[in-house]
């Protein structure tokens, strides 16, 4: 399990009290509507109005307080999922103290947060496109290719012969990964004509859909680690915005899906630098 930083496992902790608090609030406010709703029944028709009227503030305030205890539950539980799970050495982020530039112009630290979640949002959409884009023609092409020249080496038959033995031309090669025993007939075809079979296999990938977005292999891995990058610097930047609203007096949602990095506010250990020894003169 990761060991966090000590600041860290305040915060966590403070969420957890929070969520605690949060349940103890909605637990006694339903039982005070349960208790009103009792008591209507037995109560002077003077008071049926005051308490209609209490009665109704209840039910109104209660479901946003089920979902902000539901909301901060859930993701302290996500939170610590994170960590039971999570490796490497981690340290507190060193986070500019500057005010963000939306709040200068929102003037509201709820309003910042707003704008840098629809960031968070288009960025997110990016990362769903990336991950879902498919492999270039051209590279499809070269792992055929690839496949073509091993299944042929595999595909090589064993000669059975003797003077008193049929002469035998066994084909043995069996799918690699398969539930059952499977002769592999693509290792004897790549054997038999690997330049017909690279053909064909090069002309099934012509006919193929042609994906809407298209990278190779390095060029997802790039992208998608730039994308990292950028959504959890927007991440951190959200969090500092809900703590500076929170010290506002303005309470804001955290996202469920929020990175545990952000909310606790840790990166990863950067490795210290020994110092040189120093040498003692003779």
Not at 71 to 90: E, P, R
Not at 152 to 168: A, D, S, Y
Request: glycine fraction near 4%; charged fraction near 30%.
């Amino acid at each position: 399990m990761l060991q966090l930083p000590t600041l860290a496992r305040v915060k966590l902790d403070r969420l957890d009290s929070r969520a605690i608090e949060l349940h103890d609030a909605v637990t006694s406010m339903a039982r005070r509507a349960s208790e009103l709703s009792r008591a209507r029944s037995t109560a002077p028709v003077t008071e049926l109005a005051g308490m209609d009227l209490e009665l109704a503030r209840l039910q109104d305030k209660l479901p946003d307080l089920q979902e902000k205890h539901r909301n901060l539950a859930n993701l302290g539980a996500n939170i610590k999922h994170w960590v039971s799970v999570a490796t490497g050495t981690y340290e507190m982020a060193k986070l500019s103290r500057a005010m963000p530039a939306d709040v200068k112009t929102t003037r509201t630290p709820a309003h910042a947060v707003s704008n840098v979640r629809a960031q968070i949002k288009v960025l997110a959409a990016q990362r769903v496109r990336v991950l879902q884009s498919g492999v270039p023609a051209a590279d499809l092409k070269e792992q055929a290719s690839a496949f073509v020249q091993t299944q042929r080496e595999n595909g090589r038959p064993k000669l059975v012969f003797g003077h008193t033995i049929t002469f035998q031309a066994q084909f043995n090669a069996l799918v690699d990964g398969a539930w059952t025993t499977k002769q592999d007939i693509g290792a004897a075809l790549a054997w038999l004509d690997p330049v017909a079979f690279e053909k064909k296999l090069h002309d099934e990938i012509e006919m193929l859909p042609k994906p809407t977005l298209a990278m190779s292999s390095d060029e997802r891995a790039a992208k998608l680690l730039e994308l990292e990058v950028e959504l959890l610097k927007c991440e951190r930047e959200e969090e500092a915005l809900i703590e500076l609203s929170e010290e506002q007096g303005a309470a804001v949602h955290r996202r469920l899906d929020a990175d545990p990095r952000a909310v606790l506010g840790i990166v990863i250990a950067s490795a210290k630098k020994s110092k040189p020894e120093r040498i003692r003169a003779a």
